[in-house]
């Protein structure tokens, strides 16, 4: 059984920057595609990005392609998503997530298997 705990959120001023990360016990991550989604207050929880077991392919949403970079170390068990140039908009609970079965990189929740409780990520204006 594979434990995923994100960290790194926190309250920002819009333009700012946050890394966060999720660290996984339990499992190694090498051999899953990871991703990221977020959940704002009253919405239904949206991809945000994916990345590919050896981390040459990713794919993101429309809202955070050019600010947001998901990168894995799979020596330290460990996805980042840097997030750069945040806007109040990016103001949700930030989940991650793996696909213990996939082979494409996927946007639909209902793909991954396993998910993290979620750290909070709120931007000021």
């Known amino acids: 059984q594979v434990q995923l705990v994100e960290s790194g959120g926190g309250l920002v001023q819009a333009g700012d920057s946050l890394r966060l990360s999720c660290a996984a016990t339990?499992?190694?991550?090498?051999?899953?595609?990871m991703a990221w989604f977020r959940q704002a207050p009253g919405k239904e929880r949206e991809f945000v990005c994916a990345?590919?077991?050896?981390?040459?392919?990713?794919q993101y949403t429309d809202s955070v392609r050019g600010r947001f970079t998901i990168s894995r170390d799979n020596d330290k068990n460990t996805v980042y998503l840097q997030m750069n140039s945040l806007k109040p908009e990016d103001t949700a609970v930030y989940y991650c997530?793996?696909?213990?079965?996939?082979?494409?990189?996927?946007?639909?929740?209902?793909?991954?298997?396993?998910w993290g409780r979620g750290t909070q990520v709120t931007v000021s204006s």
């Open positions: 997530a793996l696909d213990k079965d996939g082979n494409i990189l996927h946007s639909s929740t209902g793909m991954y298997e396993y």
């Open positions: 339990g499992r190694t991550l090498f051999p899953y595609i």
């Open positions: 990345i590919s077991r050896s981390g040459l392919s990713s």
